[in-house]
């Protein structure tokens, strides 16, 4: 009997982006648990991304809020 793999792929949140090869890993980045989503990083920081067996994001610089025009 033939099995399929379908394996779990999670939605990226516009807030977060994926961590580059050599950037390297802080606490407070978050982990893609294929099952639950993402979950946040609290283990030791300070490897490179492409190091760890699981994809690595970090949230995105807030935008600073723009002023209306005045005139």
């Not at 989503?37 to 809020?65: C, H, M, N």
Request: no cysteine; charged share 30%.
């Amino acid at each position: 009997m033939k099995e399929t793999y379908s394996p779990a792929v999670a939605i990226v949140p516009e807030h977060l982006r994926r961590l580059k090869w050599n950037e390297r890993v802080n606490r407070g980045d978050f982990i893609e648990d294929g099952h639950r989503g993402f979950e946040l990083w609290e283990g030791p920081a300070g490897f490179r991304a492409d190091s760890f067996v699981k994809t690595i994001y970090r949230k995105l610089p807030r935008q600073p809020a723009v002023a209306g025009k005045t005139s």
